[in-house]
C-alpha cells in the first residue's frame, strides 16, 4: 500500500465535499489502488468553526504550513485569483503536484502557471475546473488526444440553463433567478453566470486543450436580455431558448462564442434541463461525441478533484 | 521529436482506418505531442492485394516478424480470438505495450492476458474495444476513478439499435435486418449482435472496470423476438423500444442484464437512435454521467486505437 499525502487549500463547499469524499472512498481506494490518502493539513479561513468530520488539529490559517510540508500533491480549492495563485505558484516552486478546480485562475494565468508546472516537472490537474462532475478535460486530454477537434457545442453555466429553464415553464426572470439563488445554483452576485462570462472561461479553457490555434475572437452575450415574449417566439418554431458556448475554427484560428440561441428541439442540447452540462465534441474521425451530468456541486466536484489526485498518483 | 515505433497486425477496416489516420493526423502528434509516429510493419492475410495509400514493403504474412522486431507498441486489430491471443501473448512476453480494439479476446481471457502484462511491466490499451470512438473506458477508468459506480446501463450494440429503429419507422424485422447489412452495420451472420452477446461481452467488459465485484448473474435476450405489435404496444404507452444493457449490484456482487425494455420516450437512452452508443454512467458522488457517439466504424475506431498509443507514449 503506498502512501499519498494531500495538502488541502480551502474548506467550503468543494473542499469540504473533497474530506468527505476522501473518508467514504478510503476502503475502496486502498483495496483496488492499494493506495491510503491521507490529508495532512486544511487551510480555512477560521480555525475555530467546527466543522463536522474534521479533526480540529489539521485546520490552519497559514497557507504556507499546508504548501511547505511534505505533501505529495496540493489541492487548491480556496477560489478566486489572487491568493490562490500565489498559492499555486508556491507549491510549484516546492516541487509539489497541483490539483485545482479554480477555472478564474487558469483562465486568467492558466499558461504561466503550465508553464512554470512543466519547468519544474509537476502536474496540474484541473478536471474540476471545468463542467464539475462531467469528466471532459480527460476526454479532450486523452480520449480524443488522437482526433482532429474541429468544433466544441456546449452548455457550460449550469445556472443560466436552470433560469431559462424555469423561463420555459412561464416564470419571470427575476422570479426565475430568484428560484436558483434559493436552491444555491446562483451566487448572491449572479453577474458572471447571467452574463455568459463564466461560460466563456470554461470554453476558453477547452478550446486551449482541444485546438492548436490562436484565439481570433470573443464574444459574449448574457441571458439577461431573455424576455417571456422571445420564449414564445421560440416555442412558435418548435425551438427552445439555450445559451450556447461554440467555439469553431475560422480563419487563423479559433472563434469563442457564447449566447442565447433557438434551438430546435430535436438537438441534442435543446434536451439539457434545470442546472445540467453538456458538451458536444465534434472529431473529424469520430464525428460527433456528447457527454452530459452535474457541471457544479459538492460532491460532483469533489470527485473530479480525486480523479486528479489519483492520476497523480501514478507520477509520486 | 521522440520517434514511437508501431507494430500493426491487421489491415482490415479497423487497420486500415489506423494506417489513414496516423498519416494525416502526423504533423499535428509532430507539432503538439513532439511525438514522430512511425508504422513500421503489418501484419496482413494476403501481402499481395493493392492498398491505396500504404507502402507495400511494410506488409508481410508472418506475425512474429511483426511482433519480434523492436517496436514501442504493437496494435492488435486482427479481431477472433485464437490467433489474437497469441500474437498478444508473445507481444508481451516480448515486453511490449499492445492496444487491441478486439473485445471478443479480453471477455474470453482478459484477466489472464491483463495479469501477464502486469507481471511483465507493460499496458494493454482497449479503449477501442468498447464502443468505438466514444471513450468510456477512459472515463471509466480515470475520470470517475474517484468515485464508486452504482450502476451503468446502455445501449451497446449500435446494429441492434439500428434494427429497432427501423422497426420503430414500420419496418419488419428481416427488411430492417437487410437494411442494416445493406449498410455495413451488420455482420454477414449477424447472430451475435442481435442475440444480445456482443452487447452482454461489452458490458462484461464495462462492469470489470467499475466494480471491485464479481458478476453473479447474466441475463441476455436478443431483439429477434420484438415484432410490430410489440412496437405498437410500446407506442400506445408513450414508450420505445431498446435493447439495453445493464450492470447494477446486487446481494453479493453485480448483476449483468441485456435485452429489449420500454423506455418512456424522455428518458435519455430512449432518444438514441439508429447506429449510436450511449452509456449512462451512475456514480455516487457525481449523478448521472451520459456519454453517446459513434460506437463503430472503421474511423471512429482507429481514434479510440491511436488515443491509446498516444496514452503509452508517455511510459516509453
Not at 480527460?138 to 429553464?165: C, P, Y
Request: proline share 3%; glycine share 12%; with cysteine.
Amino acid at each position: 500500500v503506498k502512501r499519498l499525502r494531500i495538502g488541502l487549500l480551502g474548506c467550503g463547499t468543494v473542499g469540504g465535499g473533497f474530506v468527505a469524499l476522501v473518508d467514504r472512498e478510503r476502503d475502496r481506494l486502498r483495496s483496488r489502488y492499494s493506495l491510503d490518502l491521507t490529508i495532512d493539513r486544511i487551510l480555512v479561513r477560521d480555525a475555530g468553526k467546527e466543522r463536522r468530520g474534521i479533526d480540529p488539529a489539521l485546520l490552519t490559517t497559514c497557507a504556507t504550513e499546508v504548501i511547505d510540508r511534505d505533501c505529495d500533491v496540493i489541492v487548491e480549492v480556496v477560489g478566486g485569483v489572487h491568493s490562490a495563485g500565489t498559492y499555486v505558484r508556491r507549491a510549484i516552486r516546492q516541487g509539489r503536484h497541483v490539483v485545482t478546480a479554480n477555472k478564474a485562475l487558469l483562465a486568467a494565468t492558466g499558461s504561466e502557471l503550465f508553464g512554470a508546472a512543466a519547468a519544474r516537472g509537476v502536474t496540474i490537474g484541473f478536471e474540476a475546473s471545468v463542467c464539475g462532475g462531467v469528466p471532459v478535460i480527460g476526454v479532450l486530454r486523452r480520449g480524443l488526444a488522437g482526433d482532429s477537434i474541429e468544433s466544441i457545442t456546449g452548455i457550460l453555466n449550469g445556472t443560466s440553463n436552470f433560469i431559462l429553464s424555469r423561463l420555459h415553464e412561464g416564470l419571470g426572470f427575476a422570479e426565475a433567478l430568484a428560484c436558483a439563488q434559493e436552491l444555491g445554483f446562483a451566487e448572491a452576485d449572479p453577474a458572471l453566470d447571467v452574463s455568459g462570462q463564466d461560460a466563456a472561461q470554461k470554453l476558453r479553457i477547452l478550446a486551449g486543450l482541444a485546438f492548436d490555434a490562436p484565439i481570433r475572437r470573443t464574444t459574449v452575450v448574457g441571458i439577461d436580455g431573455i424576455t417571456p415574449g422571445i420564449i414564445q417566439n421560440a416555442r412558435s418554431r418548435g425551438c427552445v431558448v439555450r445559451s450556447v458556448a461554440e467555439a469553431t475554427r475560422v480563419a487563423g484560428g479559433i472563434e469563442l462564442r457564447v449566447g442565447p440561441k433557438f434551438l430546435a428541439a430535436t438537438e441534442p442540447l435543446a434536451r439539457i434541463v434545470d442546472e445540467t452540462n453538456a458538451i458536444v465534441i465534434r472529431g473529424r474521425a469520430v464525428g460527433e461525441i456528447v457527454l452530459s451530468g452535474r457541471g457544479a456541486g459538492s460532491m460532483p466536484t469533489a470527485a473530479a478533484v480525486l480523479a486528479d489526485v489519483l492520476d497523480i498518483s501514478c507520477l509520486t
